[in-house]
């Protein structure tokens, strides 16, 4: 059938249109898409590297206004650094354990006791068993008096061994000989040692 010239002009672009759909689908369509993609990811990008940079630039000025509120903080270091009551009291028994060594004496045992109750401050507390010399006890009380953070010691029960005099004569010879051979300390000492930390353990 032979068209009129009306007609294949019409067919003609319909042809072109049909074309360049094609080619726009194809090849431009995507093109634009991934365009417009990387344009929303770049002013994401600059926006967020502007965000940095501002914190960056106040990082220095912000870490000496934290210095100064440390330091003019009236609590620092009167508190245990943990926050949670095992680790607290894990680094309460390692406090007393350099005390200890510095002061003199012989740790015998610790163990971990319900805290007393407070509602201002968490409190943690260690049962605490230690043979000494007077001078040593004297010396150990100075330091967990002096020290920080702030411990305090309760319950405080003091022996001498000369007490168990009686018993030790009942010892057969050979272990009484044993026991002479090793200088035990005068002084057995217990008490409980209480410190505290800041609120948010769990």
Known sequence: MQLTLKQRRILALLLLVLVVVVIYQVLLGPLLHKYLENADQ??????????YQRVSGDLEQQQEKLRQLRASNPSAGMYLTESRPTLAAAELQQILNRLVGSSGGQLVSTQIIDSPKSEALPAVAIKVRLRCEIDELVALLYSVETHKPVMFVENLMLTSSAQNDNQRARITRRTAQLRRSVALPSLDLRFD???YTVKGGS
Not at 42 to 51: C, K, T
């Open 42 to 51: 770049i002013d994401r990008l600059e926006h967020q590297l502007s965000v």
């Open 193 to 195: 040692l209480v410190a």
